[in-house]
């Protein structure tokens, strides 16, 4: 038997164990300890050179980058 995987199932794959979708996305402190537990390793940003899930990304539900202003009052 031959199975193929393609690169959308596989992005698609991604995107569900990162949380990087709506209805998966973290919302409580719980959800952020789970998703942590879970992947066991991640980053809190992402990184381009680096393939990990991120916390960023799994608070967001999405793959979204990092602003690049911030306000630190």
């Given at each position: 038997?031959?199975?193929?995987?393609?690169?959308?199932a596989?992005?698609?794959?991604?995107?569900?164990?990162?949380?990087?979708?709506?209805?998966?996305r973290?919302?409580?402190?719980e959800?952020?300890?789970?998703?942590?537990?879970?992947?066991?390793?991640?980053?809190?940003?992402?990184?381009?050179?680096?393939?990990?899930?991120?916390l960023?990304?799994?608070?967001c539900?999405?793959?979204?980058?990092?602003?690049?202003?911030?306000?630190?009052?």
């Amino acid at each position: 038997m031959n199975s193929t995987l393609t690169r959308e199932a596989l992005l698609e794959a991604r995107a569900e164990r990162y949380r990087q979708r709506s209805h998966l996305r973290v919302r409580t402190k719980e959800d952020a300890l789970d998703f942590l537990n879970d992947a066991g390793l991640c980053l809190l940003f992402s990184a381009s050179d680096i393939e990990l899930p991120s916390l960023w990304g799994a608070l967001c539900g999405e793959d979204r980058p990092v602003p690049s202003h911030h306000d630190n009052r």
